[in-house]
């Protein structure tokens, strides 16, 4: 008798707890909800030689190419890939950074996004107005003294210049070295002026991921522009 409460207190110990069930629940839920998640892109090429990446299978017309690898962030935090065919059969290949927010996050005074955009014949770096929910996009000021970005420890990036369309357009050497710096380092700062404003506006510090990895597809995403 005594050898059987023994074996039953031993089994007993080896199952696992209520508490231990739920967190064990609890986790599996975490990861399968993670905005970390990463999401495939497919790169798909018709009969007649066209390719467009897109987040969605392949349809039965098309081929699945080089789909190895073609991951792309879907975090609410990181940079993601988008492609775009004008109307006049121009294409632009670009990665565009998440929601920005100059001020804080508390008391923002708006939000930007960083747009990286190549073409056959150049690679160019916007800085675009977001309008947020329920409010108009704030314009940016036609001051642009100490309007650029910055990445913590390199040169502060201010050859920028007013768009017709709003858009505050980087010039292309500083964009090549944006482009070089986060591929090494994804903390940068923004630094804006809007119209009807007092003074320079700043963001805090920005770490945004999966800036590499889109990269490479917009890189991929070029050789494929007719």
Known sequence: MAARRS????????????????????????????PLAHATTFKCQ?????????????????TTANVTGAQTMVAPDAWRFERIDEAGGRGICLIVSPPIAIGSRSRSAGQVQIRIEHTKEMVEALIT???????PTTPFDSNLAEVGIYVPGQRFLGDVRLTPAGALRVGAADTALLTDYLVHDDNLTVRVRYMKANGLRESVRQTMS????????AKDCVRTLR
């Open 7 to 34: 074996s039953r207190r031993a089994l007993h110990l080896l199952e696992p707890t209520t508490t231990m069930k739920l967190l064990i629940a609890l986790f599996a839920c975490w990861m399968l909800a993670s």
């Open 46 to 62: 018709a009969a007649n030689g066209r390719v467009i990446f897109q987040d969605i299978p392949c349809s039965a017309e098309t």
């Open 129 to 135: 107005p977001v309008a947020q929910v329920g409010s």
């Open 210 to 217: 999966g800036f590499v990895a889109n990269l490479q597809l």
